[in-house]
């Protein structure tokens, strides 16, 4: 995971967005399961193990076959009927579409997940004001919101410790649940604007700043970016060249 850390966090968003949109221009088994080729040999290369993609993408692997599932029973049927359960219809093209929508979802999203997820939100608030150029304002607000996102556990923790101590969380689950919604509410716009006049104290709000932590682009960015470029052109070449490639614009 080194290879990732020492990278500008902007550059795998930058990357993972050249290389849905032209994934997303087919869909056919060739090319999704050549970038999943891809992507296993390069994450073998850079010490990124089985153990860690699956921990970082372990939502897709439950949405892929779902997706798969839906596409092989209600896609628009064509060739060999196999099998008819009312509106449901398996297909010679049901099938294919389903192994190639579940790979695709693979194809795309696993690479991505393995890339951001994990990524420290201060490098990437970093990278956002300095090198996408966003305003600082709102970079520094969404960062300060992330970091408190995980103090919500135990202030819900510690709302229901309180209420039970007064005889309050015994009986009415729903009603108890609302409440202490209510309550935490409260508490988050409490600490919101106490952390936000803390904010402005501090010069976060004003036309212009200097930063602790300078994020640039340098080789490994251009590295990181040329290989996308290269996984995306081989898998659609080899797409092209076996025939496979099934434009979406031409419909399902």
């Given at each position: 995971?080194?290879?990732?850390e020492?990278?500008n966090?902007?550059t795998p968003i930058?990357?993972?967005?050249?290389?849905?949109?032209?994934m997303l221009?087919t869909i056919?088994?060739?090319?999704a399961a050549?970038?999943?080729?891809?992507?296993a040999i390069?994450?073998?290369?850079v010490g990124i193990?089985?153990?860690?993609?699956?921990r970082r993408s372990w939502?897709l692997?439950?949405?892929a076959?779902l997706?798969?599932?839906?596409?092989?029973l209600?896609?628009?049927?064509a060739?060999?009927?196999?099998?008819?359960v009312?509106?449901?219809?398996i297909?010679?093209?049901?099938?294919?579409?389903?192994?190639a929508i579940g790979?695709?979802v693979?194809?795309i999203?696993?690479p991505?997940l393995v890339?951001?997820?994990?990524v420290d939100?201060?490098?990437?608030?970093?990278?956002?004001a300095q090198?996408?150029r966003?305003p600082?304002?709102?970079?520094?607000?969404?960062l300060a919101?992330?970091?408190?996102?995980?103090?919500?556990g135990?202030?819900?923790r510690q709302?229901?410790l309180?209420?039970?101590?007064?005889?309050?969380?015994?009986?009415?689950?729903?009603?108890?649940s609302?409440?202490?919604?209510?309550?935490?509410l409260?508490?988050a716009?409490?600490r919101?604007?106490?952390?936000a006049t803390?904010?402005e104290?501090?010069g976060?709000?004003g036309?212009?700043?200097?930063?602790a932590?300078?994020?640039?682009?340098g080789?490994r960015d251009a590295?990181l970016?040329?290989?996308?470029?290269l996984?995306t052109?081989t898998?659609l070449?080899v797409?092209l060249?076996?025939?496979s490639?099934s434009?979406?614009w031409?419909?399902a």
């Amino acid at each position: 995971m080194r290879a990732l850390e020492r990278v500008n966090p902007v550059t795998p968003i930058v990357a993972a967005v050249l290389y849905s949109i032209p994934m997303l221009l087919t869909i056919d088994v060739v090319s999704a399961a050549v970038a999943l080729a891809a992507w296993a040999i390069v994450f073998a290369s850079v010490g990124i193990g089985p153990r860690t993609v699956v921990r970082r993408s372990w939502p897709l692997l439950i949405a892929a076959p779902l997706s798969a599932v839906s596409m092989l029973l209600y896609a628009e049927p064509a060739g060999r009927i196999h099998a008819q359960v009312w509106l449901a219809v398996i297909s010679d093209r049901s099938i294919e579409l389903a192994l190639a929508i579940g790979l695709r979802v693979l194809a795309i999203g696993v690479p991505t997940l393995v890339a951001l997820v994990g990524v420290d939100p201060t490098r990437l608030a970093d990278g956002l004001a300095q090198v996408a150029r966003l305003p600082h304002r709102f970079v520094l607000a969404a960062l300060a919101g992330t970091r408190l996102f995980g103090v919500l556990g135990e202030d819900w923790r510690q709302i229901s410790l309180a209420r039970r101590a007064r005889g309050l969380g015994d009986t009415g689950v729903v009603r108890r649940s609302l409440q202490a919604a209510f309550a935490l509410l409260v508490v988050a716009l409490r600490r919101g604007g106490t952390l936000a006049t803390a904010m402005e104290a501090r010069g976060f709000g004003g036309p212009e700043r200097t930063w602790a932590r300078p994020s640039t682009l340098g080789r490994r960015d251009a590295v990181l970016v040329l290989l996308v470029a290269l996984v995306t052109a081989t898998a659609l070449g080899v797409s092209l060249a076996a025939g496979s490639f099934s434009p979406v614009w031409e419909g399902a």
